[in-house]
């Protein structure tokens, strides 16, 4: 059964689960879809920093865009 799963995967590009003991333990994708959920798991890691950030006190200071430099 697994190695059917990972032939399907290969063969479709589409996620393949692997079952242990009936229930779902492993998935198994191709580079790419891989690539574009790491990409998108970092994107909103980093818009829950942003957020956090902008929501602590000590970053309410602001600045005019003209005194940047």
């Known amino acids: 059964m697994t190695t059917q799963a990972i032939s399907l ?4 590009k589409k996620p393949a689960i692997i079952n242990e003991h009936g229930s779902p ?13 790491e990409d ?3 994107d909103i890691e ?3 920093r942003l957020k956090d ?5 000590k970053n309410q200071k602001r600045i005019k865009f003209s005194g940047v430099k």
């Open 53 to 57: 950030a902008l929501a602590d006190p």
């Open 40 to 42: 998108a798991r970092e």
């Open 9 to 12: 995967a290969i063969k479709t």
């Open 25 to 37: 333990r492993y998935v198994v994708l191709d580079w790419d879809t891989y690539k574009k959920w």
């Open 46 to 48: 980093d818009t829950i």
